[in-house]
């Protein structure tokens, strides 16, 4: 690997599967073999990927409704509020992957230059201090691998979801069609934030470096180099900045929309899971992957929460000790208006992860998540006892009425 190749090195697969997937319409190579490209061939794969990806999931849901045998098995046994729950589950699914293409797609271009300026990062940084040595490695065992890992778990959960919840041995072809449509498009929201998580992990890890890069040359002596250096950093640490922002510009509305998809889908399953336990009905294989599913996605919000709020640490610890500069050479004029005009810049720059446009990521996120969907799922719960309580008063109303027996030989005086 070349040392140019890095982001390629770590990221470069699993923006592959953002492409086969049909999420992007970008390919990313070495800078040597031309960087992030997006050509017309390029687009006309991701709308051929995402029209058959859609159409075929909705087309095997079709199948198993118009079909009277298919449709009993799957949905007979369902109460009417899951079979509204699992329909909103179909919708909603679609939905999400819809829209994450129509978001990366309106920011395509800024979504190049992004990555362009990402590539171009580490090249500029081993210029001035090449004694730097990145550990792409380890980047790539977490990110790479370990997608690999957690979304073979989540394939094997969803398609053993679905043919479970089918219950019914005919129509395999259609069963596994809708299986393996469902399963991409819901792992096209962990895939989304797990680059997403990546990126944001990128940053931090230059701002940490910046503030390591700092502790040595505020030991040294105040000669040109190392004003010169430190004067490098100050741009680093913008430049992190720049691309924080640009950040959330591609990502930020796909990151709230996948948000949202987990807490809908959390709140539903949980809600299911719920009624299985207090309707003491016997435990099967269906609620089992519903709970691994729910597992998985507590797990994707929060990873990113965390990823939102470690890259909000480092940067706010950075800032912190670029604004000591002056304090370290005092006396010298270039660091006291290296640090003036440093703090004007911040004033009008504090840029943080957010989700949407304006909700800050970190780790509050995960209680709100987990807030609203406790209240939800009580709610639902609520309201399944009510009708608990109806059935109840309508068998009690009916033993009422076979109260009155046959009457006995004696009906009257004599």
Known sequence: MQRDDGFVYCYGNLYSLLFYWGLVSIRVRSPGQGGAVSSRWTVLYALSARFLLVNCFMASVMVKLRDSEMSAAMFGHLSPL??????????????????????????????????????????SVLEVFPHVKWNYLRSRLKYWYGTVIVGSCYFSFSISLIFDTARCSCGIPSTLVMALTYTLLTSSVGLVGFVHIGIMDFLRVRLR?????????????????????????????????????????????????????????????????????????????????????????????????TYGYLLQREKRNCMHMLSTYSSHFPGQ???????????????????????????????????????????????????????QQIKDRQLTSGKDVDIVGPMGPLTHMD
């Open 82 to 123: 899951v079979k509204a729950i699992f329909t909103w589950e179909c919708l909603s699914c679609s939905i999400t992957y819809v829209e994450y293409c129509l978001s990366l797609d309106s920011h395509r271009s800024r979504h190049l230059k992004l990555l362009a300026s990402m590539q171009e990062f580490d090249r």
């Open 209 to 305: 470096l910046v503030q390591q890069l700092l502790q040595q040359l505020y030991q040294d002596e105040g000669n040109r180099e190392v004003h010169e250096k430190i004067a490098f950093l100050f741009d680093m640490s913008k430049r992190c900045s720049f691309l924080l922002g640009e950040l959330n510009g591609v990502f930020g509305f796909a990151a709230a929309a996948g948000i949202f998809y987990d807490f809908t889908i959390m709140t539903c399953f949980v809600y299911v899971i719920c009624q299985k336990l207090l309707d003491r009905m016997p435990w099967d294989l269906e609620y089992a992957f519903m709970l691994l599913h729910v597992t998985i996605h507590t797990y994707k919000v929060v990873i990113t929460s």
């Open 333 to 387: 004029d270039v660091a006291r208006r290296q640090t003036e005009d440093f703090q004007h810049w911040r004033m009008h720059n504090r840029q943080a992860a957010l989700v949407g446009s304006t909700t800050v990521l970190n780790v509050s996120t995960i209680y709100l998540v987990y807030n609203g969907m406790a209240n939800y799922v009580i709610i639902l719960v609520q309201l399944l006892f009510q009708q």
